[in-house]
């Protein structure tokens, strides 16, 4: 059935296409949001909740039952301690995390459960190898975490799996789904069409549904995805994409637009294309989470060949000036509290960033970007903190690399999800409180027939891919492996009582 467009919608176009009709069924797009049923952003406005991160550790079931511990650390900003019939503390609202709160245990007694202390101050000396920001710990109004991947890149065989399966696209990632809806924000790069009905020589045919038929729906090296791709990334809590990238144009001019109708249809939100008929649309989405407004704006380095006589994709290095132009013009925006620039850009199977590469990065933060987060390379690239000229601190990630491909040796199927955690403060700034990464993998199962993204660590590996990833991106950020269970991880752990790294 069509789809019609929500309040949420967000993208910010000249005009709204005509919507598409997709031949799927609408429950998977509408409600959109996880798995669980509930959205994540509404469960990230529970009060209540308390992840089980946090939670630490102390049932104490006599003794102190009934009051906070002496022995637990108090908040001293917190006027008390607080009692049963206190607000239970909200894990977004740093400044009331403190001393203890009090549950109904299972034999009906209260249960003190200690939780952590927010601190004004990192715990402790940090590793030499942690990444941090300096302003971690500044206490704000609100804090949101967002979750970024790199690639999908849907080679031939992972769309055969995703036809053959009832839970389509999402069987490829079923098994990190959790890590991607429980961010407030979650971002991928869509890399190649959604444009149903439009063969290789980007004219329109017949559709031929959901089969591979490599002449509509097609794999390397001129991709097209069945825009039920769209409806899943929905699904699993995926919330803006890029559209920018070397395969853009894989199906012309119209698969541009057809890709646009796809994801104007599923609501979710697109950064670094536009329309034949919209040439002056703005390339930039907006996400509003938690009282928070990020501009997003992705370009490529180049659409593989094809000619962009419309001008219809955004390019990084044309003009020099473009990016920081478009960055600066949002950054001033006062209903815009954050931009986040994703570009596609560096070199192939590099895990090294170019010049060029930095001074993109460089240009676009002291325009006013809080983060660049890169791809194309198919392979991590570092992640580092840079400084704009007017001293507020930025984070770049280099490059993400694939997120879900067909690319076998172990740099190509290594890759995280990336957590960006961004503190609002009283008069609206926003600034980077940190950055975690949970390393994940593409596995193949059953004579290369299955592909599945999954999380690495540490105990059941797999132990070379855990390496390479550790090695590239530093032990101590890495998020520790009880997350994921409907919170992100802390991207300030230092900020909190009882810090410690992997
Ligand atoms: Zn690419």
Redesign the pocket.
Known sequence: MPLELGPRYSQETEAMPTLLRLDADPSAVSPRRSPQGDGHRARARIPARIPARVVVVSLMLAGCAGRPCESEAQDPAAPSAPSTSDKTPNPREPARHSGAIETAGSTGSPQTIAIETRLDEPAGPLPDDYLAFSRACDRGTREITIAAVG?LLIHRELQKQAFRSPTHFRDLWSGVEGLISAADVSYANL?GPTAQGIDRRGNPRKDPGMVFDNRVYSGYARFNYHPILVADLVTSGFDIVSTA???SLDRGPLGVDRTIDTLVAAKLPYTGTRRQDQQSAPWHAITHVEGITIAWLACTLHTNYQEDALGQVLRCFDDPKTMPRLVRKLARRKDIDAVIVTP?WGKEYKHEPIAKQRRLAQAVIDAGAIAVIG??PHVLQPWEKMTASDGREALTMFSLGNFASHQRDLPRRSSVVLYLGLTQGEDGTVWVNGARYVPITVRMEGNKANFFVERVDAQSGPREVYEHIEGLMGAPNRADESIGAGAPPRTNPQCYSGFTTP
Do not use: A, G, R, V
Request: hydrophobic share 0%; net charge negative; proline share 0%.
């Open positions: 690639d890399e990238n070397n395969h596609h791809s194309h």
